[in-house]
């Protein structure tokens, strides 16, 4: 008798534990703005006014960061000034803040959740107005998303909007995106279906669009010289790319030493003489979700850009590094003061900026230790570095300065908070992205010789949940193959003594990202970290899992031998986590799901085909279910046929290839008009499955992309996940709508 009531004791208290109403609602912990597009005034250096998106010298458009008062610029004159934008439960708005009183306010109104992004924000170089995208871009047959199915079709245009709004309203210029606004300030060039375009910044009722120039291939990467005299772009022309100049004057145009690879990543020298760029051989076999530890090498060249002669300036050693890995930053290389060119390089197997005299000479180390370079940017003056590391933190990002011509990093932040993004004002100024545990991304300020604060504080909603949310611990379990695996663990408030929960093991997209130990600087993983916050609060564990092919901890963790397509060897941290959970005293082994979206959705369905004894259920956001039908949407020159072991071992890599052995339950969400993994991908596992008995649910949201674009989206889908995990290991009453 004692033994039946201990027993139903702790099932009473396992029950109540699981069914206590939570403490907040998905709308509540989804309601804050997220912040994105952080640039700065003037922006960008040398005069070369350009944006995110077109490759400017000076990360993302922005003017680039240093240290708080290094980044003073002689002859820069009038009000500090920064701008970004907010994506306010899909209202998104640009916003701005301005010296003495950095009290952020949005110059644009626009009020509905409707789907339509905003992105590439640039200044004027009067700091006067701010030239804007309206809209995504375009799918594979050229049309723009349309997320809520609008009868007029999707918009991708370009804007501006005056800071001061006695300066006037928000005006469309044109249809198109990429704007770089030229230096003397009176038009904007942007790309329009692969081609240059422009328009007069007046206003006028004449006002046309026209093109500069016309070329063979797709226009990218515009970016202006310092003088306003010559345009540089990209010309893509699917194998190969060159770098072009085209001359305003005379209406001229020449390619930079054009060759048989991929040229691009343009700078201009502060003379507007030289432009930089980068080269990469050329590669016919596909690499993409295959480890790339090496590879012919690449190199940085200098070249004259009357005449396009170039020569080369620096070529990458053969082993670690040879394969170039990017950063975060919009532009690859910075022509800094001193005539050096600052650039991204994995020579010890973690990616590290260099700086390189431009008249020749070896590379130095401007960033050393055992951690990765993410967000970088140049401060106006050309003189410091500003960027964001793992370094000493390999779970978080903060904020580093290094001085352009060497000496060593300067941490500018620390502690439990996560930083990213920053930008520098002509005054000393800092701004940057920041948000931690509890408190979610917004933007930030240290004003020159002035203490940190947010930039809108009054933006984030009273009902955001932040005191009830917990903070993850670390964690760190084995593989089955013994590698180390790094995750983030939230576990329920208020649990029983003694009670087993149900436990979730998440896994983000990509491969190459990372989930950290607070809220994510992507806005769609920034939702996902909202999601794991709201389930713990329903009773879940929850693991987030860092598996092998991500970023953060170095090249031989990303290229990850036989991951993805070429083995799946990231299974064996799913199976690592699930043995981790089944080993905690306060999971029960019985009650184990997953969910991820895009390749977490990968590791979901490959999970549940695999593993149906250890995984219960499964919700998979637009996964990847057969990579041979996935690559050719990354790469269309993709032919199976053409080495067909790789193929062969790109389908067993595949959760298709073991849809025999599924048997749990499982939601599959997608969007119609997804450009990264096709819809036709859930559309044929939901039919394999179907044929086998598995209990099949759904949820499709008509023409929207990968990346949900409609807030109201992201909240159907996760209340329908949340929903269908609780009714399949809690036993909880509901039916599902499909």
């Known amino acids: ?176 995106h990429a704007p770089a606004v030229s230096p003397s300030g009176d038009r904007v060039a942007y790309v329009l279906k692969g081609e240059a375009w422009w328009i007069s910044l007046a206003g006028t009722a004449d006002d046309k669009p026209s093109q500069p120039f016309k070329t063979r291939g797709r226009s990218s990467d515009l970016i202006w010289s310092p003088d306003g005299a010559r345009l540089a772009f990209v010309s893509n022309r699917g194998d190969h790319s060159y770098v072009g100049v085209w001359n305003r004057a005379g209406g001229s145009l020449v390619y930079l030493d054009p060759g048989l690879d991929r040229d691009g990543e343009p700078v201009w020298s502060p003379d507007g003489r030289r432009v930089a760029f980068l080269r990469i051989p050329a590669v016919k076999e596909s690499q993409i979700f295959r480890p790339q530890r090496e590879a012919t090498p690449w190199s940085i060249r200098v070249a004259d850009a009357s005449t396009g002669a170039s020569r080369l300036l620096f070529r990458a050693e053969p082993g670690k ?163 180390p695996i790094h995750g983030q663990l939230f576990l329920p408030s208020g649990r029983a003594s003694g009670a087993r929960a149900p436990a979730l093991v998440y896994f983000h997209g990509g491969s190459r990202r990372q989930m950290l130990l607070g809220w994510n600087y992507r806005y769609y993983y920034r939702n996902a970290y909202a999601m794991n916050q709201y389930l713990a609060s329903r009773g ?28 799946a060897s990231e299974y064996r941290d799913v199976v690592g986590a699930a043995n981790y959970l089944r080993s905690r005293p306060d999971v029960d082994p019985a009650r184990i799901a997953l969910w991820g979206g895009s390749y977490g959705g990968y590791l979901t369905a490959l999970g549940l085909a695999r593993n149906s004894d250890l995984f219960a259920a499964g919700v998979d956001f637009h996964g990847v279910h057969d990579w041979t039908k996935v690559i050719g949407n990354f790469e269309q020159a993709y032919d199976p046929a053409a080495d067909p072991e790789a193929a062969k071992l790109a389908y067993r890599s595949s959760p298709m290839a073991d849809v025999a052995t599924w048997r749990s339950p499982v939601l599959l969400i997608h969007g119609d008009d997804d450009r990264n993994v096709p819809f036709a991908e859930s559309v044929t596992l939901a039919e394999a499955l179907r044929k086998n008995g598995v209990d099949v649910e759904e949820l499709v949201f008509a023409d929207e992309i990968h990346d949900f674009l409609v807030h109201a989206h992201w909240v159907e889908a996760y209340k329908r996940s949340a929903e269908f995990l609780e009714r399949r290991l809690k036993g909880s009453r509901g039916a599902p709508t499909h």
């Not at 620390?414 to 931690?436: F, P």
């Not at 090249?555 to 990850?560: G, K, V």
């Open 321 to 483: 590094g040879s394969a170039f890995r990017e950063t975060a930053a919009h532009a690859q290389l910075f022509w800094a003061d001193g005539d050096r060119i600052v650039f991204p390089w994995e020579r010890d197997g973690w990616t590290h900026l260099y700086a390189i005299p431009a008249g020749g000479g070896p590379p130095a180390l401007l960033t050393p230790g055992d951690s990765e370079v993410e967000f970088v940017a140049l401060s106006p003056d050309r003189r410091t570095v500003l960027y964001n590391s793992n370094e000493g933190d390999v779970d978080r990002r903060h904020l580093w300065s290094v001085p352009a011509a060497g000496g060593p990093p300067v941490a500018l932040t620390r502690g439990d908070g996560i930083e990213w993004q920053g930008v520098a004002c002509a005054d000393g100024s800092i701004a940057w992205l920041r948000a931690d545990a509890r408190r979610p991304p917004r933007p930030a300020i240290r004003p020159a010789g002035g203490r940190d604060r947010d930039l809108a504080p009054s933006a984030v909603p009273a009902e955001f949940p932040e005191a009830a949310l917990v903070v993850p611990e670390p964690v760190v379990f084995p593989a089955t193959d013994g590698l």
């Open 1 to 176: 008798m004692r033994r039946w009531i201990a027993l139903l004791v702790l099932t009473v208290a396992c029950s109540a534990a699981e069914a206590a109403t939570p403490p907040f609602t998905l709308e509540q912990v989804l309601s804050a703005p997220f912040p994105s597009e952080l640039v700065a005034w003037p922006a960008a250096t040398n005069g070369a006014a350009g944006t995110a998106g077109a490759a400017t010298n000076g990360a993302a458009g922005t003017a680039g960061a240093a240290t708080n008062g290094a980044a003073r610029s002689a002859g820069v004159a009038g009000t500090a000034r920064v701008a970004w934008t907010f994506n306010d439960r899909g209202a998104r708005n640009v916003w701005v803040a301005e010296a003495p009183d950095w009290k952020g306010r949005a110059v644009t109104r626009f009020p509905d959740d409707d789907g339509i992004a905003l992105s590439d924000l640039v200044f004027t170089p009067d700091g006067q107005n701010v030239v804007f995208v309206r809209g995504e871009g375009a799918n594979g047959k050229g049309d723009l998303a349309s997320p809520l199915s609008s009868s007029a079709g999707g918009i991708q245009e370009i804007w501006i909007a005056p800071v001061d709004a006695s300066g006037g309203v928000p005006r469309r210029l044109a249809e198109g």
């Open 540 to 567: 879940f564990v929850v693991l987030s899992v860092n598996y092998r092919s991500g970023i953060g901890y170095g090249m031989e963790f990303r290229e990850a031998l036989e991951y993805g397509a070429s083995g």
